[in-house]
């Protein structure tokens, strides 16, 4: 009888352990990524007071089974249902992370790992991807600094938002490329003014420049000249230059071969010289320039027929240039400069022998040379003053005239692009020469010159095909998100992304044998296995991560009412074993009375 009650008793043991699991089962229903877990009993022990005998060939008797009697019930095993996937719940927030697959995260306290499925990540005070429930750093894969590229060594805190990782630095302009058609009835072409074409660019700070660039069409069909006029900053000034570089030597493969065209220079409607200072040019009542050599910044060799532009002109210099271009209708000083008129004397003025001659446009208006004036047909520097021929320092592109293709550059018809030698470009730092720019390989091949009604849709665009070299500007970073695969990417209000690391995952050959640590951790064992150090990338178990939704509990409430009613039962019929025990008992000692 004695033996009944035990038995009673470890019933009530064992379904009372049962109901604890149950319990917290269901206290765990909402807890991020918990895994239910479920108790199986087992037969404590037997008492035998027969064994069991064999046949008897000899006498012919059977034989006889044991007889045992059982000791109770204990609890067998408490199983982790580990492999069951939790619903997702959607949050929204781009560091709350679900886990497809078998996997688990890798965390640590700052000395040892340990494993969880619960993805509710945040970015704590220096950076660090942590859980928010402790604080536990997240670990995985850094960048190799030289390659760019995940290096998969052993785990890591992935720190995303550490300095370096907040911008994203600037990089110089290296390519460009010109596309569109060129019409050669555009008149803009056609103008002495030429068509203008910009290129945005970026030096090596990340600041922003607009390269003017200039296409003109010559006499000969298919050919047109193509210049750099000049470089703006981001405040729409000239950019200096240093002492002897002009803007026209920076462009690679240019000559200073005349291109044949015609044309004329004469102030624009509204302006004209004032009645009784000729140097003085007027918009109305009020002087916006003046030819004095002085105030242009030029040396004037009246022997010699010529005009020398002056290097590194003051602010003052620079405006009135600036200003008597806009008044002739010129797109840059240097444009106005480079215009010329060339003819002939004739033999009967100079002793039978005729005499060719080529005087610059802006010679012709400052020095006002009366031999010059007259050789040139112009009596007055406000008539218009007519040139056959106009010497640009740029270099020449030709298309095939038959089926308006680019034929090439400077009659190299192998070559399919220019140079923009910026890096010529220099600052003296320190005392040392710098250059913030790159040269600019500016590519041509795709531009056509065919009938498109007389407007020209020619532009330029940095960076090549590809967009390679397009530079760019300093990157403040705007955003981060992370793939399938655990790859961490910023990006940046400059157009760039940046890789910044790869969350790593653990996998076990026996993941129901890691051991709740609480927190929604788990740490290895000898029967899960022993984790590397280093992890693997998610997708090669052929799982996956999926970002704004955490894994639920996988407890299903329905199955443990059920195991909650029969485990109730089962304890109310062991402690009738108790009591029963107990009546037989009391009725054994009654015997005596």
Known sequence: MMRSMYSGVAGLKTHQTKMDVIGNNIANVNTVAYKAQSVTFSELMYQTTQSASGPNATTGTGGVNARQIG??????????????????????????IMITGDAFFVVSNGQDNFFTRDGSFYVDGVGNLAMTSNG????????????????????????????????????????????????????????????????QIYDDLGYSYTVRLNIKATDTEGEYALQLNSILDQNNEEIKLPSGVTFQSLLGDGNTTPVNRTGSVQLKE??????????KIMNGTEQVATLNKDDLGITVDTTKKTVTINPNPSDEVLKNRKDLAEAYGANSFEELANQFVTGEIPATTQGGTATEFSYSVLYLLTAQDADALNAAKVTDVTEKISYNEEQIQGCKITYNPTTGVFSGVNGQSNKQNIMLNLAGITTEVDDNQVSRFSNIDVDLSTTTMYNNSGS?????????????????????????????????????????????????????????????????????????????????????????????????????????????????RGFQANSRIITVSDTLLEELVNLKR
């Not at 290096?151 to 596309?179: F, H, W």
């Not at 509204?270 to 140097?279: A, I, P, R, S, V």
């Open 136 to 199: 536990y750093n997240v670990m995985g894969w850094g960048v190799d600094p030289e390659t760019m590229d995940i290096k998969k060594d052993t785990v890591q805190p992935l720190r995303i938002m550490s300095p370096e990782n907040l911008t994203y630095p600037p990089e110089a302009t290296s390519k460009g490329y010109l596309s569109g058609i060129l019409d050669k009835n555009d008149t803009d072409v056609t103008s002495s003014s030429g068509k203008n074409v910009n290129l």
């Open 71 to 96: 000791l109770g019930v204990k609890s067998g095993a408490i199983n982790t249902n580990i492999s069951s996937q939790g619903a997702s719940q959607t949050t929204n927030n781009p560091f709350d």
């Open 270 to 279: 509204g302006y004209e010289l004032d009645n009784t200072d000729k140097t």
């Open 456 to 568: 020209s849709t020619i532009a330029a665009t940095s960076g090549d095909k590809d967009g390679l070299g397009t530079g760019r500007k300093l990157g403040e970073m705007s955003g981060v998100s992370i793939q399938q695969n655990g790859m961490i990417y910023a990006s940046y209000d400059n157009g760039q992304t940046k890789l910044l690391g790869q969350i790593a995952v653990a996998e076990f050959a026996n993941a129901s044998g890691l051991e709740k640590e609480g927190d929604n951790l788990y740490s290895a064992t000898l029967n899960s296995g022993e984790f590397d150090g280093i992890g693997v990338d998610i997708t090669s178990g052929g799982g996956y991560m999926n970002t704004g939704v955490l894994e639920m509990s996988n407890v299903d409430l329905s199955a443990e009412f059920t195991e909650m009613i029969t485990t109730q």
